[in-house]
T-cell receptor
């Protein structure tokens, strides 16, 4: 059973516009949600996270929104840059249990 | 510290052979994780250690897989009698604790079983 779901395998956005990546989860016990970014032939790198007691966390061009009632989170990138082109993974954890990852969304930012 | 180091980066082996991968975590991190990633999938949890103790193993970790972390430092993942279905990227990560900061991944070892 997929506890963390990223239903869009890919997304294309024009440079300078907003990219919105979505993630749904099924386990209401998750208390941390994280986004990782992955370039080819590299390991995932941590991007931004949010605690379940918050509904928004912002870091520069990246903002994560959490809607607990809908069990949904999203990552907004504004403005999108060509260097943002990568695969983005949503992940979640409960306490100190190992992270559970979604299948990823490939973002392509077109110049 | 240069981050999480994994060796080798690539490994090609014949079906039925044994392979061993090594992971050197960030030195102050007490937790070490192994994940596997196949094409079109996200990283899937295999096992993790807190110091030298192996605390959890996924049902994905068949009895052909074994992992160790002697003295709570580096870790090895061994696959015995490899099968073509074992072909994947094997990712190692380390952390102090999960929570808000997640963990730091290595670049992975890509295994191809022919």
């Amino acid at each position: 059973d997929q506890q963390v779901k990223q239903n869009s395998p890919s997304l294309s956005v024009q440079e300078g516009r907003i990219s919105i990546l979505n993630c749904d989860y099924t386990n209401s016990m998750f208390d941390y949600f994280l986004w990782y970014k992955k370039y080819p032939a590299e390991g995932p790198t941590f991007l931004i996270s949010i605690s379940s007691i918050k509904d928004k966390n912002e870091d520069g061009r990246f903002t994560v929104f959490l809607n607990k009632s809908a069990k949904h989170l999203s990552l907004h990138i504004v403005p999108s840059q060509p260097g943002d082109s990568a695969v983005y993974f949503c992940a979640a954890s409960r306490g100190n249990t190992p992270l559970v990852f979604g299948k990823g969304t490939r973002l392509s930012v077109i110049a | 510290d240069t981050g999480v180091s994994q060796n080798p980066r690539h490994k090609i082996t014949k079906r039925g052979q044994n392979v061993t991968f090594r992971c050197d975590p960030i030195s102050e991190h007490n937790r070490l994780y192994w994940y596997r990633q196949t094409l079109g999938q996200g990283p899937e949890f295999l096992t993790y250690f807190q110091n030298e103790a192996q605390l959890e193993k996924s049902r994905l970790l068949s009895d052909r897989f074994s992992a160790e972390r002697p003295k709570g430092s580096f870790s090895t993942l061994e696959i015995q009698r490899t099968e073509q279905g074992d072909s994947a990227m094997y990712l190692c990560a380390s952390s102090l604790e999960v929570g808000f900061y997640g963990y730091t991944f290595g670049s992975g070892t890509r295994l191809t079983v022919v």
